[in-house]
Every structure is written in structure tokens, then in C-alpha cells.
């Protein structure tokens, strides 16, 4: 598949856009694993060579550099006086609408530049169409191997396909995952569909698939839906391989995350196209923080600040793995103890869920006081038996608990 054309002719984008010349910021969560921080800034670097002649740099809210003040410092270094900032994320949560636009806006109010802020990647053709790509690989690499040992391959009616997201607190991002996961199943034809996250909400991999195999089917594709590498990535495959040695009678197959396929790439570029053409539309009336969304109705109007200064800027990276994170640091989702390992990623694991609960009510206004006691809205079913409590508590063997 060739790459996607330019959607910003250079000339036209440092010199005919209003308040130009312009750049553009990718927006990171960050990672203290190597290869997920490496796969962001290959990401930027396709983003640049489909944008030749305009600025691009990227930034992280924490656990690695640049940070996102350094992309702004390096933007106007080079006589960017309006940056286009879009968030490097799936759905919107409380980073998307938190804690990178309370970053921009500070900085901003700083220095005068002008930071207009773009959506998340979210739910489009484009998106659906790369995650297929994905999928479609491991099909086939499932279905040489059955040719190679003379089998049959297993028919589509008969796999199952679970999509994995990241899972958060924010209901409107979880759902989204699941609205993925339907296309994906209705566009291949799977026999079934099941959708499960790595933290935070439930149901979770482990006790999601120890459901999902009661079904029948012969075959379990397991997709995570992530962008990246990382400890949340190898946590899905370490908790898949705990089903599948439990059923070797069932085939499990990984597909791969979505990386940098050329259609995510395109999908950067349209985000970008809509911030120049004042085109952004965010979803705000499924949005916590500004609809009495059911379950989380205290939340509405909680101001919008971020939590990530404590962590920013730290660039020591994990050593426990050469190069792919193997989930070490996290067995089976408990935390080694800080002192005696180098954490992957975000993962503070406080006593409540770690997704910033603020608004981003007024648009992405910033008039606010920023207090980072570093305090949170518990997640309202964090002791849910599927959810996120489970993480931390040994959980029995499935025969001693059946309803698993």
C-alpha cells in the first residue's frame, strides 16, 4: 500500500494559512519502554516526510523526552508562530482532554504563541481499514501455518475476534472500543465478537477470555488495539497465552498493533487538514465532564488540569528488557515494588485508577488554577469482579471458581 499524498502543500501551509508560518506538534503520552518511544518518534518521522517544509516535531507528557515544551521551544526555534497540536491517541480520555490541552494552554499564556488543538485519531474508515490490515496479517499467517501442516484453515464463522483496548475511566473512550470492535466483526464476518481491556475498566483480558472461550469456537484472534508497543501490550499477550495454555484445544491467534500503517499516518494528516480549516469537532455530548453521563454524573464541570508534573521529563528508561517490553516489570499485572525496577510506561497503580478526571468544559479554556495534589475521581466500578480491583488480588484457578 503506498504511502497516503500530502494534505498541506508546504508552500501554501507556512505562508497562505492564517497566522502562519505554521508547524505541527504530535502530542505523546510517553513510555519508559524503548521500543514504544522509538515507534512514536518513527511515527513523526513519516509524518515529516509527508509534510515536506513544514515543522513537525513531537512531545511527550512524561517518562521520556522531548516533552512537549521541547517541541514548542524547537517549533519556534524555527519561526513557527502557529502550531497545530494534535494528540498522538486513539480516543479522547483524560489525557486527550486534560492533561496535553491544560499542558498547551499553559505554555501558551507563557509565551504568546498561538496553539490551536486538534482531536484524537478516534473512529473513521481510515482507522477501521488499518486495524483490518492488522488482522487480516494474522489471518493469513494462521492460515499458512494450517496449509503447512495440510489442515484446513479454520472459517471465519467459526473465529472468534477479540479487540483489546487500553481501558480507561472515561465511558465514552471505552465505548468507542467496542464500536470497533463491531465494525470489525461485521466487515470480516466473524462468527462472534468480544470486546475486553488491559486495565483500568472490565472486563479484563484474562477473565474476558476465560468467558469468551465458553462459546465454542475453534479459533480466538486476539487484537490489541494500541498504537504502540509497551507493558500493556505484553500483559495482553502474557494473559492470553494463561487462557490458551488452559485450552490447548483451541487455536489463539495474536494480531499485531496498528503501528505506523500508512492509513494511521493518513489519519494524523486529516486531523491536522481539520485544526488548518477550523474543522475540529470533539465529542462532547457523550463526554463526562460536560454530560450527565449515566454513573458519572459528579464529574461534570471538574476542572481541567494535568497530573504528569512529577513525572515529566524522566528519561530513565526500563532496563529489565533489551529492546520489546516483556511486561517484567509487571507480572501478571502486579508491579514489582519501586527500588527494585525500572517501571514501563504509566502505571503508577495508586489505590484508584490512574485516568485524569478533568473537564475540558468551555472548549479547551485554561482559566484555572493549577493544583497538582495529584488526586483523581474514583472509578466507579474499580471493584467490579471482571475490572480493574482483580489486577491486584490473587485471583483462584478457573475450576475453583466457575463462574470466571
Given at each position: 500500500?503506498?504511502?497516503?499524498?500530502?494534505?498541506?502543500?508546504?508552500?501554501?501551509?507556512?505562508?497562505?494559512?492564517?497566522?502562519?508560518?505554521?508547524?505541527?506538534l504530535i502530542c505523546g503520552h510517553g513510555s519508559r519502554n524503548r521500543q514504544a518511544v522509538g515507534e512514536f518518534a518513527q511515527l513523526a518521522?513519516?509524518?515529516?516526510?509527508?509534510l515536506p517544509g513544514v515543522p513537525v516535531e513531537y512531545g511527550y507528557l512524561e517518562f521520556a523526552r522531548p516533552i512537549l515544551r521541547d517541541g514548542l521551544e524547537?517549533?519556534?526555534?524555527?519561526?513557527v508562530k502557529r502550531v497545530l497540536a494534535v494528540p498522538g491517541m486513539l480516543f479522547a480520555a483524560g489525557h486527550a482532554k486534560n492533561d496535553?490541552?491544560?499542558?498547551?494552554?499553559?505554555?501558551?499564556?507563557?509565551?504568546?504563541?498561538?496553539?490551536?488543538y486538534g482531536r484524537e485519531l478516534g473512529v473513521v474508515l481510515s482507522m477501521i481499514q488499518a486495524a483490518g490490515a492488522r488482522i487480516r496479517e494474522a489471518l493469513d499467517a494462521s492460515d499458512a501455518a494450517a496449509a503447512g501442516r495440510r489442515e484446513a484453515p479454520v472459517p471465519l464463522s467459526d473465529t472468534l475476534l477479540v479487540v483489546v483496548g487500553r481501558g480507561s475511566s472515561d465511558p465514552d473512550a471505552n465505548s468507542n472500543v467496542s464500536k470497533v470492535a463491531r465494525m470489525l466483526v461485521?466487515?470480516?464476518g466473524f462468527g462472534w465478537g468480544e470486546t475486553v481491556y488491559s486495565g483500568v475498566t472490565f472486563p479484563l483480558v484474562e477473565p474476558g477470555l476465560r468467558h469468551a472461550v465458553k462459546?465454542?469456537?475453534?479459533?480466538?484472534?486476539?487484537?490489541?488495539?494500541?498504537?504502540?508497543s509497551g507493558v500493556l501490550v505484553s500483559r495482553i499477550r502474557q494473559h492470553t497465552q494463561l487462557v490458551a495454555s488452559d485450552h490447548p484445544e483451541l487455536e489463539f491467534v495474536d494480531a499485531s498493533y496498528l503501528g505506523d500503517h500508512p492509513l494511521v499516518l493518513n489519519t494524523f494528516l486529516e486531523r491536522v487538514q481539520e485544526v488548518v480549516h477550523g474543522e475540529t469537532q470533539m465529542n462532547c455530548s457523550l463526554c463526562k465532564y460536560r454530560a450527565q453521563v449515566l454513573g458519572f454524573e459528579n464529574e461534570v464541570g471538574a476542572p481541567q488540569q494535568s497530573h504528569h508534573h512529577h513525572v515529566e521529563g524522566l528519561v530513565e528508561a526500563c532496563t529489565l528488557c533489551e529492546h520489546e517490553c516483556t511486561g517484567a516489570c509487571q507480572p501478571d499485572g502486579i508491579p514489582i515494588p519501586l527500588g527494585h525496577r525500572h517501571?514501563?510506561?504509566?502505571?503508577?497503580?495508586?489505590?484508584?485508577?490512574?485516568?485524569?478526571s478533568h473537564s475540558h468544559e468551555g472548549g479547551h479554556d485554561h482559566g484555572h488554577s493549577h493544583d497538582h495534589g495529584h488526586t483523581h475521581a474514583p472509578y466507579p466500578h474499580a471493584d467490579h469482579p471482571l475490572g480493574p480491583r482483580t489486577l491486584y488480588k490473587p485471583r483462584p484457578k478457573p475450576e475453583e471458581n466457575p463462574g470466571v
Open positions: 500500500m503506498s504511502n497516503p499524498a500530502p494534505l498541506l502543500d508546504c508552500n501554501a501551509a507556512l505562508s497562505a494559512v492564517e497566522g502562519g508560518p505554521i508547524g505541527v518521522e513519516g509524518l515529516r516526510e509527508l524547537s517549533l519556534r526555534a524555527q519561526g496535553i490541552p491544560s499542558v498547551l494552554n499553559t505554555y501558551s499564556a507563557e509565551t504568546g504563541l498561538r496553539i490551536d461485521e466487515g470480516f462459546l465454542g469456537f475453534r479459533r480466538i484472534v486476539v487484537f490489541p488495539y494500541f498504537l504502540f517501571d514501563h510506561g504509566h502505571h503508577h497503580h495508586h489505590d484508584h485508577p490512574h485516568d485524569h
